[in-house]
């Protein structure tokens, strides 16, 4: 579909949706932006726009590559208009089940027919997600890594139900936004969140036995291992709040110590302490 592709629907225009939103203006395709908080469409236009200014400034894209992007890139206030005609949906909203449901549920009443339908989810069920539509066989995990901008990997799930022909569609559309899929089961935290939260888990268990610092725990992943960030300072960036949830729901469906959350994350987010949203995690960022 990525050649004949008209139209794309991004929902939830948080940090996620707003570079979804942007990956794919960039590779051309009509995008529809739409949130149920004014305040934060406004916040993704301004960040957009920000985004491409920086991209100018460093010789990435022209001035007139820009606008066109800006012209692609629509903010509507409601899912129908939003997702009228649509052939490829991106739900980004708050990593909620429930609330995924519906919104890709209200979300394909409105696109075109036989829509690609996406969740860019860390860690739920595809399949139950899937549940939702009306084609569960066109609906896959998208899952996208911040910055969207400049994060090359997507992670493609698929649940049981999902043909061969919508498999490869997910992985010509990554490819064609500039992106490198990779496939995975829809299996509880997929491959990337399984990793990282088995990892980030153990860095925060590390900072609470007081083995070291959080800035040298960073420190032995990156220059030990060339990572090109420490899992401490990503738990910074994604949210304390954010990686709480989906160990939970690691713990809860996976099992194994090395998933449960250490009592100095759940007593961080008690205190409000989330990372760059609230200017002090692991870090100070004020």
Avoid at 1 to 19: E, P, Q
Avoid at 33 to 47: V, Y
Avoid at 76 to 89: H, Q, R, S, Y
Wanted: proline residues 5%.
């Amino acid at each position: 579909m990525s050649d004949s592709l008209r139209r794309v629907a991004v929902i939830g225009a948080g940090a996620m949706g707003t570079g979804i939103a942007q990956v794919t203006a960039m590779a051309g395709w009509p995008t529809a932006l739409t949130d149920a908080r004014p305040a934060a469409l406004a916040a993704a236009r301004d960040t957009i726009a920000a985004q491409l200014a920086g991209a100018v400034d460093r010789d990435k894209l022209t001035r007139e590559e820009s606008a066109l992007v800006l012209e692609r890139t629509t903010t509507p206030d409601t899912v129908a208009e939003t997702c009228a005609g649509a052939d490829l949906i991106i739900e980004a909203v708050v990593e909620d089940l429930a609330v995924k449901r519906e919104v890709v549920a209200e979300a394909a009443r409105h696109a075109a027919p036989g829509a690609l339908v996406a969740s860019n989810t860390s860690s739920l069920s595809i399949a139950a997600i899937a549940e939702a539509v009306p084609l569960p066989e066109r609906c896959v995990g998208l899952h996208f890594f911040n910055p969207v901008h400049i994060m090359k990997l997507v992670e493609i799930v698929v649940h049981e139900g999902v043909t061969e022909g919508t498999r490869a569609e997910a992985v010509g559309l990554v490819r064609a936004m500039g992106k490198e899929p990779i496939v995975v089961r829809d299996s509880p935290g997929f491959a990337s969140s399984r990793l990282g939260i088995a990892l980030g888990m153990e860095a925060i268990r590390m900072v609470e036995q007081q083995v070291a610092t959080a800035e040298d725990i960073d420190k032995a992943m990156e220059l030990g291992y060339k990572h090109p960030m420490g899992p401490l300072r990503l738990t910074d960036l994604v949210g304390l709040d954010v990686r709480l949830k989906i160990a939970e729901y690691l713990h809860e469906t996976l099992g194994g110590a090395h998933f449960e959350p250490p009592d100095l994350l759940r007593r961080m987010v008690a205190e409000g302490r989330l990372g760059k949203k609230t200017g002090i995690g692991f870090y100070d960022w004020s």
